[in-house]
Nanobody, 124 residues
Framework: QVQLVESGGGLVQAGGSLRLSCAAS????????MGWFRQAPGKERDFVAA????????LYADSVKGRFTITRDNAKSTVYLQMNSMKPEDTAVYYC?????????????????WGQGTQVTVSA
């Protein structure tokens, strides 16, 4: 199993940047592909970005492509989400998730482990 703890959320003005971190503990981090999801108030949880075990492959939702970047540091057992040019519609609780799958995955059901989430609020 793996335990996931997100950090780095907060309040930012539109056009600003934030970097989220997700620290993993437990089983060897490099055996998991990782993803970021978000859930806005009153809405379903949506896929944001994913990264393969090695970090060599990434996948993004169209809504964040070109603005967000997912990376990972296997030596630190941490995955990051760099968010630039942020918009009010990026406001949500952001979750990281882990899967033992070999590729990058968008669907939520592919992920086995979830963090508790971190709030991101973007003011207009």
């Amino acid at each position: 199993q793996v335990q996931l703890v997100e950090s780095g959320g907060g309040l930012v003005q539109a056009g600003g940047s934030l970097r989220l971190s997700c620290a993993a503990s437990g089983r060897t981090f490099s055996t998991y592909a990782m993803g970021w999801f978000r859930q806005a108030p009153g809405k379903e949880r949506d896929f944001v970005a994913a990264i393969s075990r090695s970090g060599g492959s990434t996948l993004y939702a169209d809504s964040v492509k070109g603005r967000f970047t997912i990376t990972r540091d296997n030596a630190k057992s941490t995955v990051y989400l760099q968010m630039n040019s942020m918009k009010p519609e990026d406001t949500a609780v952001y979750y990281c998730a882990a899967t033992t799958g070999s590729f990058v995955y968008g669907p939520e059901f592919k992920y086995d482990y979830w963090g508790q989430g971190t709030q991101v609020t973007v003011s207009a």
